[in-house]
């Protein structure tokens, strides 16, 4: 009887033992980010122990994928739950087509002060059951050709005024503003290239004295071609490029001891044989940032435009002492938003 109890006893202690040193990773997911993989798993094993762990991908034609830009627990990591593995994919190939399978490899270390004769046989543990995940839909690759090609709004408020060669302080900026539609072409994953369609609201003021001044509104029509780029990722983009813009109308209000007088664009006299004090056209460049959501389909930025020459109508002032020496460069400065139709 006392030989049986002992029999009993030792089987115990070795499937207890087997139990306590069986390792594997369990409760593996995968999450697809805009440029990353990240696979969380539970590493089961003895508490306390530290395991050496391998993250390879197998493709649907059975060929291994064996990514280099990982960080997270991966190497000698200690067992427990919550375990992360984030693979910087595009760092190690160009894209992914297809399905592929994550496969975690746990091997047994020795620890520090660990004997030899310590470190227990490890049982081979059933396969478990591995995640798939599809590539086309749920990663970059895909909704890079997705959004490749986008269409939506845009709408920015902010203050315009004019960069003037005389007289500088005389100037006030006033409140603008602007909205129209735009076009993306993500050309990379960090590059894109946008053009614009907008109406923009111009406004300044000019201070003759102490009581008298002239409120300007100008009206333009614009298109924008601006190039994005992005050489830290995270969604933030540096912008720039170039504007045209065409002048619809303007309306100009001054405030005079004698009364308030209203001109629009059409109200202004022929003078010097010209009809107009504005050039209608306007070409100048934009410089700003952005923080993109999916490749553009929503973002918040900065934008700054200036002139790269007048638009005021040299020989219209040509003989007037107070004008004819004056040359105005348009400037704005908005906060905007965009978003995909």
Same mark, same amino acid.
């Given at each position: 009887m006392k030989h049986l109890l002992s029999c009993l006893l030792m089987a115990s202690l070795f499937f207890i033992s087997i139990q306590l040193c069986a390792q594997d990773a369990s409760n593996i997911t995968v999450s697809p980010t805009e440029d990353k993989l990240i696979v969380t798993?539970?590493?089961?094993?003895?508490?306390?122990?530290?395991?050496?762990?391998?993250?390879?991908?197998?493709?649907?034609?059975?060929?291994?994928?064996?990514?280099?830009?990982?960080?997270?627990?991966?190497?000698?990591?200690?067992?427990?739950?919550g375990k992360a593995v984030v693979w910087d994919l595009y760092k190690d190939v160009n894209g992914l087509k297809g399905t592929i399978e994550p496969m975690i490899d746990v091997q047994e270390t020795v620890q520090p002060g660990d004997k030899p004769d310590q470190v227990q046989p490890t049982p081979t543990p059933p396969a478990p059951k591995r995640p798939m995940i599809d590539i086309l839909p749920d990663t970059r690759v895909q909704n890079m050709k997705k959004n490749k090609h986008i269409f939506g709004y845009k709408a920015g408020l902010g203050v315009s005024n004019v960069d003037p060669s005389q007289n500088k302080n005389s100037f006030k900026r006033k409140f603008s503003w602007e909205a129209g539609s735009f076009y993306r072409f993500n050309a990379y994953r960090r590059m894109a290239l946008q053009v614009e369609a907008l109406y923009h609201s111009q406004s300044w003021e000019e201070i003759f004295n102490n009581t008298e001044s002239s409120l300007n509104r100008h009206h333009w029509l614009r298109g924008q071609a601006l190039a994005s780029i992005s050489p830290i990722g995270l969604g933030?983009?540096? =912008?720039?490029?170039? *504007?045209? #813009?065409?002048?619809?109308?303007?309306?100009?209000? %001054?405030?005079?001891? !004698?009364?308030?007088v209203e001109s629009r664009l059409d109200d202004y006299p022929e003078q010097n044989g010209e009809e107009l004090p504005f050039n209608r056209f306007d070409l100048g460049y934009v410089l700003g940032g952005s923080i993109n959501i999916n490749k553009g389909?929503?973002?918040?930025?900065?934008?700054?435009?200036?002139?790269?020459?007048?638009?005021? =109508?040299?020989?219209? *002032?040509? #003989?007037?002492?107070?004008?004819?020496?004056?040359? %105005?460069?348009?400037? !704005?400065?908005h906060f905007y938003f965009q978003k995909s139709f």
């Open positions: 798993y539970d590493l089961d094993g003895k508490k306390g122990k530290v395991y050496f762990v391998k993250l390879n991908f197998k493709n649907e034609d059975g060929s291994i994928i064996k990514p280099e830009t990982l960080s997270g627990d991966i190497g000698k990591v200690e067992s427990g739950p933030m983009y540096f =912008n720039g490029g170039i *504007y045209g #813009g065409y002048l619809l109308g303007s309306k100009e209000k %001054l405030y005079l001891d !004698s009364g308030t389909r929503f973002a918040l930025g900065v934008q700054f435009t200036q002139s790269f020459d007048e638009f005021t =109508n040299e020989p219209y *002032y040509a #003989g007037n002492p107070e004008r004819e020496n004056q040359s %105005l460069l348009n400037r !704005s400065f």
